[in-house]
């Protein structure tokens, strides 16, 4: 029996990797120690979503950095995160068989996520993944960030498949509502935020902590 999705798209940050822990210290220390802030865990947690600058931005307002003050911040903030996780990455468990099964079936796979190519570079090619992925599409790739469904329909796009024929892996709420906007059903990886915060959200199919379970045989089968 054929799978009866023709791509699977994945979110990278939290969805691939477990890695969700190491952005929100990075941040928190970026915000606090560097620029001054006063941000609870929980606050950071909370609004570190779509591109570095638009983080900046929801932290401090339009006015206090310019652009090239908010990408070289970004920069920073992603060199200490790459260092501090550089020895915990790893994919999450059952996802590089989950992966290998769908590429020896000749299901689609990309990726779409807000995480700028520095980042998409460090976990692809430290792992040696990038070979399962037709199309990628960054943060540097879209005008409009998650929520607005633009990163996932460009992937559709790319790979040359009908958005409702995809399936999303994602992890966090905005996310979720991305694929939604884009028509798409999407599975949940409970990394970061816990089941009951996607409960306005219909187009989940099923949560997982991990890609390993019978449930994803399921979507290979």
Not at 100 to 109: N, S
């Amino acid at each position: 029996m054929a799978s009866p999705y023709k791509a699977f798209i994945f979110d990278l940050n939290g969805t691939m990797i477990n890695d969700m822990e190491y952005h929100t210290r990075a941040w928190r220390h970026l915000l606090n120690n560097d620029l001054g802030g006063n941000f609870s865990w929980d606050e950071v947690k909370q609004q570190m979503y779509g591109k570095n600058p638009e983080v900046l931005v929801r932290m401090f307002g339009p006015e206090r950095f310019s652009m090239d003050e908010m990408v070289a911040l970004s920069f920073e903030k992603e060199k200490r995160y790459q260092q501090e996780y550089f020895d915990e990455l790893a994919l999450l468990p059952g996802l590089h068989e989950f992966l290998e099964a769908a590429y020896q079936k000749g299901i689609l796979m990309a990726i779409g996520s807000a995480a700028i190519p520095f980042n998409i570079d460090f976990v692809l090619d430290n792992l040696n993944i990038r070979h399962y992925f037709k199309a990628i599409v960054s943060a540097d790739d879209v005008v409009l960030s998650k929520p607005h469904p633009e990163t996932y329909l460009k992937v559709a796009g790319q790979l040359g498949v009908n958005p409702a024929d995809c399936l999303v892996f994602e992890d966090v709420p905005k996310g979720v509502e991305a694929a939604l906007n884009a028509g798409m059903k999407t599975v949940v990886l409970t990394t970061t935020h816990h089941a009951d915060e996607f409960t306005a959200l219909p187009n989940v199919l099923h949560f997982a902590d991990d890609f390993t379970g019978t449930y994803f045989d399921t979507l290979l089968n």
